[in-house]
């Protein structure tokens, strides 16, 4: 430092400093909640991307530890949700990441056929059922303390999954989750269906790929490490963000942990409309219907913001065909030299 200090720097001793400071009035913030989440969030990203160039052996948790101070991510404005803001994939993205992940792609970026069809699982659950990183990394199989969090129901036979709100901190008696940073679901405690296809992939992994895993069978939540020799743990809240941040590489267009989320209520959406139009359900019954799968209280204003966004997206789209067709109908007349388009013919 000193070999390279300019001749022409001014240094500011602490009088000096605190006189400069003296000469403003700091008004009282009148920045928004969503945008200071939002400048905290960008901080916090590049920081975790620069700790990752700089030491890039290191499990990074600096990112997540910034994030958690940033509080609560929705202020009272109606408009935090807006189509503008949208991160939801369009259909033919989700199309294009699902096979990119698939197990046997050749594009697929883990060369482990264990975390191949472990990251598909968690890819899948999240797009299928829109649930949250926290709720994901808190799904429990099968063990002598707990029962698994995936099961089937005796009425009907079909497969749901419980997910979860609270942390696992041991209160109440239950055994405290070992990660540094417990996972979250922020939401209300709900069961979730799981169709068919969904089931396949989750006990083609529970019982192929798992096991394999050095200890696994004394890990109680489902989605692991997998190290050659090193003993297994729970994935943690990092690792999952990892994951993300490399299936983007390949796709060339970024997807995050809560895109699954956005692209959940998307497609609810649209589906809502049909039933709507079709006469099975009303507005009123569709929306406490996302509230339920979503796991938010009645009074919770998520959904209408969701509903909001879509009515946006909706009028966008009308707006921009209104034009077009009525630009087809301008560009055929105006500027047009047939005297016909003026007299009527006469």
């Not at 620069?50 to 940033?70: A, N």
């Not at 294009?96 to 482990?112: F, I, T």
């Not at 192929?208 to 003993?231: N, V, W």
Request: net charge positive.
């Amino acid at each position: 430092v000193v070999r390279h200090k300019s001749a022409n720097v001014v240094t500011f001793n602490k009088n000096k400093l605190e006189s400069a400071r003296g000469e403003f009035d700091y008004p009282e913030s009148n920045i928004s909640p969503f945008s200071t989440y939002n400048r905290l969030t960008v901080f916090a990203n590049y920081i975790g991307w620069l700790e990752k160039e700089l030491f890039p052996s290191k499990e990074s948790t600096t990112e997540l530890e910034l994030k958690t101070i940033r509080g609560d991510k929705f202020g009272k404005n109606s408009e935090i949700v807006d189509w503008g803001n949208d991160r939801a994939l369009e259909d033919h993205q989700v199309m294009r990441l699902l096979d990119v992940v698939h197990p046997d792609s050749k594009e697929n970026p883990w060369k482990s056929e264990a975390v191949r069809w472990r990251n598909y699982l968690i890819v899948n659950l999240m797009f299928a059922v829109g649930c949250r990183r926290g709720e994901l990394l808190k799904i429990r199989v099968g063990t002598d303390n707990y029962p698994p969090d995936i099961k089937k129901r005796e009425k009907n036979g079909r497969y749901f999954v419980l997910l979860r709100a609270n942390r696992d901190d041991g209160k109440g008696g239950a055994k405290p989750d070992q990660r540094k940073y417990r996972p979250e679901g922020k939401t209300k405690t709900r069961l979730v269906p799981l169709d068919k296809r969904m089931v396949e992939i989750y006990e083609n992994y529970l019982i192929h790929h798992r096991p394999k895993a050095t200890g696994s069978e004394h890990i109680e939540y489902l989605f692991i490490t997998h190290g050659d020799t090193t003993q297994c743990r729970a994935l943690s809240i990092s690792a999952m963000q990892k994951i993300f941040t490399e299936i983007s590489k390949v796709l060339k267009f970024k997807v995050q942990t809560h895109t699954g989320r956005h692209t959940w209520n998307e497609k609810f959406s649209k589906y809502a409309d049909g039933r709507i139009a079709d006469g099975k359900t009303t507005e009123a019954k569709s929306e406490a219907d996302r509230r339920k799968l979503m796991g938010w209280s009645e009074d919770s204003s998520m959904a209408r913001l969701y509903a909001k966004r879509h009515d946006n997206e909706r009028a966008w789209n009308m707006g921009v065909e209104l034009q077009e067709e009525d630009s087809t109908t301008i560009n055929s007349i105006v500027q047009k030299r047939d005297e016909d388009l003026w007299t009527d013919g006469e």
